[in-house]
């Protein structure tokens, strides 16, 4: 029985993709965006393949890289593999359904997502979605979602584009629980700015409607960390919130919220959808950015040219 070198299967192919990248952009770092992996992992994968092989694959120059006679060797090897399986991939990827990690925010996730999600899902039979709650970009590697749908800052070697505003709105309970509090309402903030005071929300807030800061103090403070107990403890009667417009709409139209004033804060957070520069050409991944960017009423897929994401 033949024996397999020590370095085999998975860790070389590997290896081999992390230096087929860096060959073609003669570049370890616009590898490292493309793959979707720090600099460092890159440069560890080429060590790791000239060791195996015991010959050099790459030398620098300047800021570049350029590849020695044996790494041009390899290069045109493994250049023709790569296109003989990237040309199988269609024929067998029609066939199979294909999984994608769809991760949001708890309050996009309750209120915008699923009264329009059974559409995409329809119009898609071959693309199987597992859905994820995220508060914010992930920072585990593994637990980062195919797309997210966040407010917070791109990860490094992401895509963002942007999706929509998230206006803010006042609100406070109607019904039986309006009605059944007693005196005056404190205020619900999910203000993250320090532990006294009002938060951004809530200043600007009082200076879109002339009301006086003193005036929002004086009702006491609750503070939480998400928008989805805020609006839970607005509906109890607790006091008056500011959330996002979606997620008050429903509570809104049965009567169990009301507005406490007609003013809509803009321009505070944006929704964006996140996806690896890496796989940005995946069709399955294509088509549910451009169905989520076509649901918040957007034309087209605004991608940023290649490049220009952060590394």
């Known amino acids: 029985m033949?024996?397999?070198?020590?370095?085999?299967?998975p860790r070389l192919f590997r290896s081999l993709h992390c230096f087929e990248a860096v060959a073609r952009h003669g570049s370890v770092a616009k590898a490292a965006t493309e793959l979707g992996v720090s600099a460092s992992a890159v440069s560890h994968q080429l060590r790791e393949l000239?060791?195996?092989?015991?010959?050099?694959?790459?030398?620098?120059?300047?800021?570049?890289?350029?590849?020695?006679?044996t790494g041009r060797r390899l290069f045109e090897r493994i250049g023709?593999?790569?296109?003989?399986?990237?040309?199988?991939?269609?024929?067998?990827?029609?066939?199979?359904?294909?999984?994608?990690?769809?991760?949001v925010e708890p309050a996009f996730g309750q209120a915008w997502l699923p009264p329009r999600?059974?559409?995409?899902?329809?119009?898609?039979?071959?693309?199987q979605l597992e859905l994820r709650l995220c508060a914010g970009a992930p920072s585990d590697a593994e637990a980062v979602p195919d797309v997210l749908v966040t407010t917070a800052p791109p990860a490094s070697g992401h895509i963002?584009?942007?999706?929509?505003?998230?206006?803010?709105?006042?609100?406070?309970?109607?019904?039986?629980?309006?009605?059944?509090?007693?005196?005056?309402?404190?205020?619900?903030?999910?203000?993250?700015?320090?532990?006294?005071?009002?938060?951004?929300?809530w200043r600007l807030f009082c200076r879109e409607t002339g009301r006086s800061e003193d005036e929002i103090l004086?009702?006491?403070?609750?503070?939480c960390s998400h928008d989805l107990l805020a609006l839970a403890l607005a509906v109890a009667g607790l006091g008056m919130a500011l959330v996002p417009e979606f997620l008050a709409a429903r509570p809104i139209a049965n009567g169990s919220l009301i507005a406490a004033d007609p003013v809509r804060l803009t321009g505070r957070r944006t929704y964006r959808l996140h996806l690896r520069e890496a796989k940005r050409d995946d069709p399955a991944i294509r088509a549910l950015a451009g169905w989520l960017v076509a649901q918040a009423g957007r034309s087209?897929?605004?991608?940023?040219?290649?490049?220009?994401?952060e590394p």
């Open 160 to 201: 963002a584009i942007d999706l929509f505003d998230e206006p803010l709105v006042a609100v406070t309970a109607g019904g039986p629980a309006g009605r059944g509090s007693r005196g005056q309402r404190c205020v619900v903030t999910t203000d993250r700015e320090g532990t006294e005071g009002l938060g951004e929300d």
């Open 117 to 127: 999600l059974p559409a995409f899902v329809q119009d898609h039979p071959r693309i």
């Open 50 to 69: 000239a060791a195996t092989l015991g010959e050099e694959l790459v030398v620098r120059r300047g800021r570049g890289i350029v590849l020695t006679a």
């Open 80 to 103: 023709t593999t790569f296109a003989d399986l990237e040309a199988l991939a269609p024929q067998g990827a029609a066939s199979r359904p294909q999984s994608l990690r769809l991760g």
């Open 300 to 309: 087209v897929i605004p991608f940023p040219p290649r490049g220009q994401v």
């Open 2 to 9: 033949t024996s397999r070198p020590p370095f085999y299967g």
């Open 218 to 223: 004086r009702r006491g403070i609750v503070r």
